[in-house]
C-alpha cells in the first residue's frame, strides 16, 4: 500500500526463471529525449527554443551558460511541462553554478520525483543525476546531513528498486551513520525504516517507523509504512490498524478504497 502510494506504480514481483537471468541494462538518453520533445513544439515554440539555445556569446562564457540553463529548464517546465528536460537543463546550471543552495534544490527535486518513476531505464537515470548533485553538495558542506540522508535515499528508492539489496544496504549503511550522530532525526529513521522493509528486515523496520510515529503522530509515509511492515510480517491486526489511522490522515478516496480492499484480504 505505501509502495503504491508513495513510489506510484511498483515493478511486478519476478519469477524464478527471469531472477537467475542476467539483468539486462536499460539507458535513457535525455538527449534524444529532447530531440523527440521537439518534434512536437509549434512553430512559435521551436523559435523561443532556438533563441535560448544559441544564447552562449563570447565573453564570460560561464555566466551565460548558467543563465541560458536555468532559461532553459525554466522553458521545459512551464511551456512544454516535461519534466526530464527541466531536470536536466536545471542539473546542468547548478553544476556550473557549485552553490549549495542550487545543487541541493536540483538533487531534491529530481528525488522526489523518481520515487515515483516506473521506468526502469528513467529511474536509474534520474538516480545517477541525483547522486551525482548530492555528492556535489556534500564536497561544499560535508556535515550537512540533510545531503547524507538525501544521497542515501537515492540508493533506497532509486538504485535498491533495480539493483537490488547491496544497493538498499549502501544507502542504510550511509543512514547509520547519521543516527548514530543523532538517534534524533527522525528523516533518517523514516528512511531506514523504509530500507528495512524494502531489505525484508521488518522487525528493524517496525523499530525505526514506530520512533517515527511516536515523534510525529501525522506523518502518513511512516504509518503507511509501518502499516505495510506489519502485514508483510503476518500481524493482521497491527496491520489493519494502522491502515485505518493512514486511511484517516490521507483523506483520499482512491487510496481508501485501496486500503479497505487490502483490510478485506488480510481479514
Same mark, same amino acid.
Given at each position: ?6 513510489f506510484?506504480?511498483? /515493478?511486478?514481483? $519476478?519469477? =524464478? %526463471? ?18 523527440? !520533445?521537439?518534434?512536437?513544439?509549434t512553430?512559435?515554440?521551436s ?12 565573453? @564570460? ?13 525554466n522553458?521545459? =517546465? ?5 519534466? !526530464? ?11 556550473l ?19 515515483g %518513476?516506473?521506468? %526502469? ?10 547522486? !551525482?548533485?548530492? %555528492? ?8 550537512? @546531513? ?10 533506497v ?9 547491496q544497493?538498499t544496504?549502501?544507502g ?5 551513520? /547519521? /543516527? ?10 523514516l ?6 522493509f ?22 502518513? !509515509? ?10 508483510? $510480517?503476518?500481524?493482521?491486526a497491527e496491520?489493519?490498524?494502522w ?10 478516496? @482512491?487510496?481508501s ?9 488480510l481479514?
Amino acid at each position: 500500500m505505501a509502495s503504491l502510494f508513495f513510489f506510484g506504480r511498483t /515493478v511486478a514481483t $519476478k519469477s =524464478k %526463471e527471469e531472477a537467475i537471468k542476467p539483468p539486462t541494462a536499460k539507458t535513457f538518453d535525455i538527449q534524444q529525449l529532447i530531440e523527440q !520533445e521537439k518534434k512536437q513544439l509549434t512553430p512559435s515554440q521551436s523559435i523561443t527554443l532556438g533563441k535560448l539555445e544559441n544564447s552562449v556569446k563570447r565573453g @564570460d562564457i560561464s555566466t551565460q551558460q548558467i543563465a541560458a540553463n536555468s532559461q532553459l529548464a525554466n522553458f521545459w =517546465k512551464d511551456s512544454i511541462h516535461s519534466f !526530464e528536460p527541466y531536470a536536466w537543463y536545471l542539473s546542468e546550471a547548478a553544476k556550473l553554478d557549485k552553490s549549495e543552495k542550487n545543487l541541493t534544490f536540483a538533487a531534491q527535486l529530481i528525488l522526489a520525483n523518481l520515487r515515483g %518513476e516506473p521506468d %526502469e531505464a528513467k529511474l536509474g537515470w534520474k538516480t545517477d543525476l541525483a547522486i !551525482e548533485l548530492f %555528492e556535489k553538495a556534500i564536497e561544499l558542506n560535508p556535515a550537512n @546531513d540533510d545531503l547524507k540522508i538525501g544521497l542515501a535515499s537515492c540508493y533506497v528508492f532509486g538504485k535498491g528498486r533495480t539493483g537490488g539489496p547491496q544497493e538498499t544496504m549502501k544507502g542504510i549503511t550511509q543512514l547509520l551513520d /547519521v /543516527v548514530k550522530r543523532d538517534s534524533a532525526n527522525m528523516k533518517a529513521q523514516l528512511v531506514l525504516g523504509i530500507g528495512g522493509f524494502v531489505s525484508g528486515q521488518y522487525d528493524k523496520a517496525i523499530d525505526r517507523l514506530q520512533k517515527v510515529v511516536m515523534t510525529q503522530p501525522d506523518n502518513l !509515509e511512516a504509518i503507511a509504512f509501518l502499516a505495510d511492515t506489519y502485514a508483510a $510480517k503476518g500481524n493482521k491486526a497491527e496491520a489493519i490498524k494502522w491502515y485505518l489511522v493512514s486511511k484517516r490522515l490521507a483523506g483520499n478516496p @482512491d487510496y481508501s478504497k485501496e486500503v479497505d480492499e487490502r483490510i478485506k484480504q488480510l481479514q
